[in-house]
């Protein structure tokens, strides 16, 4: 629940400064929510070193599938509409294939990594 609120402040925030995207924020949120919740699912289960790294593998999987979707069917229409791009409504699976996905695998490997180790060095305050 925390890192979901964490997640819509920053939205909100990033929101009220940069008012001209409305489309990113969201996207950025459902990315965000889709990865802590499938990611907290699985750990949850066993709280291990095995089980954190299974949720990390887990969220950034997920994220990347609900992500592939969500830009399919709502995100990338709505940038080519509202900004006007016929290109992207036009190759919106190669858009998906060889820019959306594999920046969302990279995404969720980097924050998987930042979060082991800060995750491993902060254990402790955290219990």
């Known amino acids: 629940i925390a890192g979901i609120i964490v997640a819509l402040i920053k939205i909100i925030l990033n929101f009220l400064f940069n008012i001209g995207d409305p489309v990113g924020p969201v996207a950025n949120f459902l990315a965000g929510v889709s990865f802590l919740l499938s990611s907290y699912y699985v750990y949850r289960k066993r ?10 593998i887990t969220g950034t999987i997920v994220m990347t599938i ?5 830009n399919y069917f709502v995100l990338l229409p709505l940038y080519g509409m509202i900004f006007n791009l016929g290109d992207v409504l036009n190759n919106v699976k190669i858009v998906i294939v060889s820019g959306v996905i594999p920046f969302n695998l990279i995404k969720g490997i980097i924050i998987s990594i930042i979060f082991v180790l800060l995750f491993r060095r902060l254990r402790h305050i955290i219990k």
């Open 47 to 56: 709280k291990n070193n095995r089980s954190l790294i299974y949720g990390l």
């Open 66 to 70: 609900v992500l592939s979707i969500l």
